[in-house]
């Protein structure tokens, strides 16, 4: 079964930048769709930005125009390029993949200071 390992998470300043990546382990010729997700402490997990086959992308408002999903031709990565931080950005970040019933990413925090 396919693995995403997430990194890149890290405290960073308001109005800063931050790259997160997500590797997939094994095959990855099934996979169709792969996104992004957020949970902040007491809150339920959200979408963030999503790629789907032909790597049409989605972004949810409030990250829309300040965050970039982008995946290699293989669907060995994905990334999350997030600008202009801002606080309410704090949060756990789960790389998503719709394969074998749908696969998470352990999770990678994200910090953003005031």
């Known amino acids: 079964q396919v693995q995403l390992v997430e990194s890149g998470g890290g405290l960073v300043p308001s109005g800063g930048s931050l790259r997160l990546s997500c590797k997939a382990h094994?095959?990855?010729?099934?996979?169709?769709?792969m996104g992004w997700y957020r949970q902040a402490p007491g809150k339920q997990r959200e979408l963030v930005a999503t790629s789907t086959t032909g790597d049409t992308t989605n972004y949810a408002d409030s990250v829309k125009g300040r965050f970039t999903i982008s995946r290699d031709s293989a669907k060995k990565w994905v990334y999350l390029q997030m600008d202009s931080l801002k606080p309410e950005g704090t949060a756990v970040y789960y790389c998503?993949?719709?394969?074998?019933?749908?696969?998470w990413g352990q999770g990678t925090q994200v910090t953003v200071s005031s």
């Open positions: 998503y993949a719709k394969i074998d019933g749908g696969r």
């Open positions: 094994g095959s990855t010729h099934g996979i169709n769709f």
